[in-house]
């Protein structure tokens, strides 16, 4: 027979390698919870993966919904508006912020040719590679009248005339607003970038004490503008759900999936 102090020594490593090894499980079993945490926080935060996961929720609504999923659609007409509201001001500031920290009147001028020469060069090309594009790949060619009718279907619409051409002049003329008030209002970007521009200009014409105040307010406008922006991006998810759940149950998802070929 075992002394009872062998004994008793026995019971004690036995214990402490049986503590031991829950220690080393449990340690273990917390390092496997903290890295699915850790894999869970950034899948909350992948915004991209969240559109993706409401567009097809989306989808299958609409299909499942038909007609009925336009109850939807106000969610994604409430995001269409917030981003709206926010793009043409964000715009302007950005010109104006940018154009006004240029500083140098004679830079600025240089500066504002090359950018209003790059907008034109730059607005050809891509009006040439759509239509080489388009003459290529026949973008509608592969769906039918029918289709068509069924997807403007539910929408108003009036027949209009063809829109008279308009020439160099015309267009050049047309990128200076004659009201920045009503460019602003209906939203015409090229006219608001090109009073953005003017305005930033101007500012940059002034004297350093003026200009660094009124840039320093500019950019704060303009960090608000991101902030604001970065708060209805939050919400995109449930405005692409409402936006697929309409499309899909009002023209079903047969048609969508004709266009997506397209």
Do not use: H
Not at 33 to 60: E, P, R, S
């Amino acid at each position: 027979a075992m002394p009872k102090i062998q004994i008793f020594g026995l019971i004690i490593a036995t214990r402490r390698t049986f503590l031991g090894g829950s220690i080393a499980l449990l340690e273990q079993n917390i390092t496997f919870v903290v890295n699915i945490f850790m894999i869970m926080k950034k899948f909350l935060k992948n915004l991209g993966l969240w559109i993706i996961i409401a567009m097809v929720i989306g989808i299958v609504v609409g299909v499942f919904m038909g007609p009925e999923a336009s109850m939807f659609k106000p969610l994604g007409d409430l995001f269409i508006q917030l981003i709206k509201m926010l793009v043409v001001p964000l715009v302007l500031v950005s010109i104006v912020s940018g154009a006004s920290a240029l500083g140098e009147t004679k830079s600025a001028g240089l500066i504002g040719g090359l950018s209003i020469a790059f907008m034109i060069i730059t607005s050809v090309i891509s009006i040439v590679v759509a239509l080489v594009l388009g003459e290529m790949f026949q973008p509608g060619a592969a769906i039918s009248q029918a289709t068509v009718t069924s997807l403007v279907e539910g929408y108003e619409t009036t027949p209009s005339g063809a829109a008279p051409a308009m020439g160099f002049w015309d267009t050049v003329i047309g990128m200076i607003p004659a009201n920045p008030i009503e460019a602003l209002a209906k939203g015409d970007i090229l006219q608001i970038i090109i009073f953005g521009l003017f305005v930033g200009f101007g500012i940059s014409a002034l004297n350093s004490e003026k200009r660094q105040r009124i840039t320093s307010g500019l950019n704060s406008i303009l960090d608000a503008l991101i902030w604001c922006i970065g708060k209805v991006m939050l919400v995109a998810p449930f405005g692409v759900f409402g936006l697929i759940a309409d499309a899909t149950g009002t023209f079903g998802f047969d048609v969508l999936l004709q266009v997506a070929n397209v």
